[in-house]
């Protein structure tokens, strides 16, 4: 059984930089697509990127140059780095596995930017 | 690039059939086979329902259908069950192949 699960700091400071992992059981992250989503209140569901087993990564236009993931293939890992972030980057953060469709996702976890 | 656009809200009695639209552009939902929906409940992550355009995961109703047709997706649900009730977002590959995007998502109302 495929499981992922979120972790990270839910209070964060505008500028500051956020770090979000995701640790997956049932499947290794040397294999397949792996994603970060993001979903806000005004906004919906949006997309921020992936990382490819190769290490390939492709990032949201909006928000590439702010953005970098991660795979930490000892751990079973893979991260999201986001620097500087403002209010409006406040949101569940989500990560899934998959290309043609998030086949599996982790619970979320809120990510508030505030001082 | 732009979310894609979905209803704000459906609704439709037990047993009936609805379709969720999913309009995009001829560099996302008209380029790439790469089209799948979501289901969503309040507080949950959402689920997948269909991938690749028309293709139903291990386990999803028959109930559930999607469709192409040109730079149009679409989601069917037929025979509407209670807990059909949920927020549906469709997702697309887009902007040349390099990222992927969202719908605006869509309130499913089963009366």
């Known amino acids: 059984q495929v499981q992922l699960q979120e972790s990270g700091p839910g209070l964060i400071k505008p500028s500051e930089t956020l770090s979000l992992t995701c640790t997956v059981s049932?499947?290794?992250?040397?294999?397949?697509?792996w994603s970060w989503i993001r979903q806000t209140r005004g906004k919906g569901l949006e997309w921020i990127g992936h990382?490819?087993?190769?290490?390939?990564?492709n990032y949201n236009p909006s928000l590439e140059s702010r953005v970098t993931i991660l795979l930490d293939t000892s751990r079973n890992q893979f991260s999201l780095r986001m620097t500087s972030v403002t209010a409006a980057d406040t949101a569940v953060y989500y990560c899934?596995?998959?290309?043609?469709?998030?086949?599996?996702w982790g619970q979320g976890t809120l990510v508030t930017v505030s001082s | 690039q732009s979310a894609l656009t979905q209803p704000a809200s459906v609704s439709g009695s037990p047993g009936q059939s609805i379709t969720i639209s999913c309009n995009g552009t001829?560099?996302?939902?008209?380029?790439?086979?790469?089209v799948s929906w979501y289901q969503q409940y309040p507080g949950k992550a959402p689920k997948l329902k269909i991938y690749?355009?028309?293709k139903r995961p291990s386990g999803v109703s028959s109930r559930f259908t999607g469709a192409r047709s040109g730079n149009t997706a679409s989601l069917t649900i037929s025979g509407l069950q209670p807990e059909d009730e949920a927020h549906y977002y469709c997702?697309?590959?887009?902007?040349?192949?390099?990222?992927?995007?969202f719908g605006s998502g869509t309130k499913l109302t089963v009366l």
């Open positions: 049932g499947a290794s992250v040397s294999d397949d697509y």
């Open positions: 690749g355009v028309t």
């Open positions: 001829s560099s996302d939902v008209g380029s790439y086979d790469l």
């Open positions: 997702c697309s590959h887009g902007d040349g192949g390099s990222s992927y995007v």
């Open positions: 990382i490819y087993f190769s290490g390939r990564t």
């Open positions: 899934a596995r998959g290309e043609d469709g998030y086949s599996h």
